[in-house]
C-alpha cells in the first residue's frame, strides 16, 4: 500500500474528526436552542434534540478512529490479522448503532408533530444508508475472514 495515498486518507479522516467535534460541541446544541426559541411546542425536546445527534456523531467519530486503525494497519502489511477483526466488528455495531438512533429520531418527530419533509429526508436517508453500510461492512468482514485463511494457508506452504 502506498504511504501517500494512507497520509491522505488519515488526513481527510482527521479533518471529519475535527470538524464532527465542532458540530458535536458548538452547531447541535445552537440548533437546539434555536429549534426551542422557534417553536415552543417542542421546547421539551431541547435536551433530545443534543443528546441523539451528539450520539450519531459519537458512532460516526468511532467508524473515522477505526477506519484509522484498519488503514495504519494496511500500510504495515497487518491487516489479515485476527486484530483487524475487532475493528471491523466495531465499525459494524457504530453503523447500526447510528441506524437506531436515526429510527428512534424518526419516531420521536412523529410522535411530536416535527415530521417535516426535510426530517423525514435526512432522519430516513441516515437510517437506510447507515443500515446498508453496515451490510456493506459485513460483506467485506467476510472477505477478510477468508483472505486471512488464504494467508494462513499460503504462510503454511511456504
Not at 475535527?18 to 445552537?30: D, F, H, K, T
Not at 437546539?32 to 467519530?61: I, K, N, S, W
Not at 490479522?81 to 437506531?100: N, T
Amino acid at each position: 500500500m502506498a504511504r501517500s495515498v494512507v497520509w491522505l486518507l488519515q488526513a481527510l479522516l482527521a479533518l471529519f474528526f475535527a470538524v464532527s467535534v465542532l458540530v458535536q460541541v458548538w452547531v447541535i446544541p445552537s440548533l437546539a436552542r434555536d429549534v426551542a426559541v422557534h417553536y415552543p411546542f417542542l421546547a421539551h425536546l431541547e435536551v433530545v434534540g443534543v443528546v441523539g445527534p451528539v450520539l450519531m456523531v459519537l458512532c460516526a467519530q468511532i467508524v473515522l478512529v477505526c477506519l484509522w486503525a484498519l488503514s495504519s494497519m494496511a500500510a504495515a502489511g497487518r491487516v489479515f490479522r485476527r486484530s483487524a477483526f475487532r475493528f471491523v466488528d466495531v465499525v459494524i455495531a457504530a453503523l447500526a448503532a447510528f441506524a437506531v438512533l436515526s429510527l428512534a429520531a424518526l419516531v420521536l418527530c412523529a410522535a411530536n408533530d416535527a415530521l417535516a419533509p426535510g426530517n423525514v429526508l435526512v432522519l430516513g436517508g441516515g437510517m437506510l444508508g447507515s443500515f446498508a453500510a453496515a451490510l456493506l461492512v459485513v460483506i467485506m468482514r467476510g472477505l477478510l475472514v477468508t483472505a486471512t485463511r488464504l494467508e494462513q494457508d499460503l504462510a503454511e506452504v511456504i
